[in-house]
């Protein structure tokens, strides 16, 4: 580590950049793009009849099925032996299963078949459960879907999946439902729209801060606190999570991320945990920075998983802030495993 890399604190301990770089997560621009809708949304909640038209066929074939796991993802298809094209309103989807599923699916359909048999079967499987899709959506936009025979699946744009883990008496397996660009960005919509009009929060703006830790500075030693070289200890164990507060006010725990670059808070479940603040104390924020959102945003934020997108660079600078005004910047250090300060 070069020279620059390292600062001593007032006993003689060595101080350490901390890197952001280095240790955040990254999360591709469009994943970050998607967390609040497409990959937040759960789609049967748009197929409310699908058991009704589904599970009639498979109990006809004297089998036990159950849905285990719907999901989306940004994942491709596994686009082998077993892998259809269908269309929804003139784009093209992609259905496919593992080649393991597929396997273990055609021994319970058709015990014995040769190969050309299984293929047979699971085609028509898979044609009855995406016949069974359209029949069943109850979104706002009807869709015409077919299932294309002897297309090329290579040559189908995918943008995101969604995941669906069955088990058929005991065995699981999965089918993927590979998506266009269209059909991604419509659901992401939909659910976006759904998560805005049954939100309670208020349609007006506020502004986010993004709190790594905050101090109760007696007010005397307040000037100490912000002098230019001073170092300080945290006290809080050195990690990404953060607390996004609302104005003033505690809002979400959350992660930092990388995105392109830029920091991104990924929303987390769980309790948050506020310091307590010795009275008559003022109270000294350490944030990464802050910035304004509508109702509309702070709603589809309040989902775990939810990434607020950033233009703060990722860094090692942070902001001390009193009542919301910055007062001073610091460099981000780690400290015996926790953070620490270095006031610039």
Known sequence: ???????TSGDGHEVQLWEPQRILRRVYPDDAKLSRGFLRCRPEKWFPAFSTHWLPIIHALGMEARISEI????????????????????????IAMDAAGADSLSDELVP?????????????????????????????????VTFERDADVSA??????????????TVPFTVWIGLGPKLVEMLDGLWRRQVQTLSKVAARGASLRLEIAQLGVPPQMLAEYLTKGTVIDLEVKSSDTITIKVGDKPWMPARLVDVGGKFGCEMTPGALTVPQIAEGATQLSVEVGSLSADGAQIAELSQAGAILVT????????????????????????????????VR
């Open 112 to 144: 014995g078949a040769g190969e050309k048999a299984s293929k047979v079967v699971l085609e028509y499987f898979c044609r009855r459960f995406v016949a069974s899709l359209a029949l069943a959506w109850s979104g706002p936009e009807s869709a015409t």
């Open 311 to 342: 233009e703060i660079p990722v860094s090692g600078i942070v902001q001390l802030v009193i009542n919301q005004e910055k007062v001073a910047e610091a460099r981000l250090c780690m400290y015996e495993g926790r953070f620490a300060i270095e």
């Open 1 to 7: 580590m070069s020279e620059q890399d390292t600062t």
């Open 71 to 94: 999901k989306p993802v940004m994942a491709q298809p596994p686009v082998g032996d077993v892998a259809f094209v269908g269309s929804v309103s003139g784009e093209r989807i992609v």
């Open 156 to 169: 189908v744009q995918v943008a995101g999946s969604v995941r669906v883990g069955f088990t058929v008496n």
